[in-house]
């Protein structure tokens, strides 16, 4: 049912399926892709559509603090709440144990508006270690 309702597109990244033809994900799985690829995409970074993605990427230089997360948090949240309508976000956090070995770590904790499933996700976002 959540397939029918939530929709299918294009797998992430793109690939073949056993037949040959090209992947399609559909359902939960599909909602997390496009999450991965909001936040994976830069505002600029694609030229037909330049506002698309998210701001956390501005912060790949920035000294990693509460300051400088909580403005991730919000870069996070706006992207996703304007280019994901599938979903509300629940929660945003921030692992910076490894962050000065470059690799702060994103949780998002976020459920689906179709269904009221709550799903979680991680993503490595990759920062300059401060010196």
């Known amino acids: 049912m959540s397939a029918d309702v ?3 597109g294009l797998a992430f990244p793109v690939r073949l399926d056993p037949r040959g033809a090209v992947a399609l994900s ?7 892709e496009a999450i ?9 970074e694609r030229p037909m559509r ?7 990427h501005q912060f790949v ?3 990693i603090d509460s300051t400088t997360t ?5 870069a996070v949240r ?3 709440h304007r280019w994901e309508p599938r979903i509300t976000v629940e929660a945003v956090a921030f692992d910076v144990d490894h962050s000065n ?3 702060l770590m994103v949780r998002l904790d976020y459920r689906l508006r179709a269904t009221s499933a709550r799903h979680n996700l991680v993503y490595p976002f990759y920062v300059v270690p401060a010196e």
């Open 78 to 80: 706006e992207a996703l």
């Open 70 to 74: 909580g403005r991730m948090d919000r």
């Open 26 to 32: 559909s359902g939960d799985e599909d909602v997390r």
């Open 50 to 56: 330049p506002e698309f993605g998210c701001d956390i």
């Open 61 to 63: 230089f920035e000294r």
């Open 6 to 8: 939530i929709g299918t």
């Open 101 to 103: 070995e470059g690799i």
């Open 36 to 44: 991965l690829i909001i936040l994976s995409t830069a505002p600029g």
